[in-house]
Each structure stands twice: as C-alpha cells, then as structure tokens.
C-alpha cells in the first residue's frame, strides 16, 4: 500500500492495511493486570495493617478501578453487537 502525503511516503516494510488489533488487545490487557494487581494489593495492605484501614483515597481508587473494567467490558460488548454491520 502506498501512502504519500503531509507525512511523506510509507517507509519500506510498513503495510498500513494491517491489522494490529491484537497487539492493541495485548497491550491494554497488560496494563489492566497491572492496574488491577496494584490495587488489590494496596487494598490488602491496607487492610491487614494495624490502624485506621481505609481512607477515602482507597474508596476512590477502587471506584476507579472497578468503573474502568464495567467500562471495558461495555466497550467490548458494543464492539462484538456491531461487528458485521455496514454504516453509510
């Protein structure tokens, strides 16, 4: 595929057409492990010591965490339902 362009052409070994979806999939997928993995653990941490326990800080950081999941999940769900469908 040749692209030329503001950006000039398409260097040699780069097919713009494609498709990195399951690169982009691993590396969200990747964060989510980490984001997640970093918030149970600061929780349990949290929990397990003596003293206060949580503060409104960890409330806040679990509603993050938990919003951004239902987020993906709604998102992937969309993506599936409109697969197949001609726009235009």
Do not use: C, H
């Amino acid at each position: 595929m040749s692209n030329s362009g503001a950006w000039g052409p398409t260097p040699p070994g780069v097919n713009l057409a494609e498709n990195q979806n399951m690169d982009i999939i691993g590396s969200v997928v990747a964060i989510m492990v980490v984001g997640i993995t970093s918030v149970v653990l600061r929780m349990f941490t949290r929990l397990m010591k003596t003293g206060p326990g949580l503060a409104i800080d960890d409330y806040f950081i679990l509603f993050a965490a938990v919003g951004a999941r239902l987020r993906g999940q709604k998102k992937t769900r969309t993506n599936r339902e409109t697969r197949g469908t001609r726009r235009g």
